[in-house]
């Protein structure tokens, strides 16, 4: 079923999404945003980074995601050459022991 919604035309948004995945999201911006100020003391408005280091910041950051999905992509292949030999016969993971 779709829920029809409107915000408000005047007047300050509301709070809260009418999207729950939209309020989840913003609860674990809030979360990473306390978590990295308790563990570094700043925040995204510091202004002693100029615009290659933030840069570089976002760069690592990109390649740390990268890395991510590479091993989700290699542990689903795997999981799926298992399925694959189980299906024909070649593999029983009941007969490994693990």
Known sequence: ?????SF????????KSPDNNVNQIC???IKRSQHGFRKYGVTTERTDLDIDQWLQHLKEEIMDAV???HR?????ALDKMVQNAEQLGLYDESKTGC
């Open 8 to 15: 408000p035309t005047d007047g300050p948004p509301p709070k």
């Open 27 to 29: 609860e674990e911006f």
């Open 67 to 69: 890395v991510y999905l």
């Open 72 to 76: 989700i992509q290699r542990e689903r």
């Open 1 to 5: 079923m779709v829920t029809k919604y």
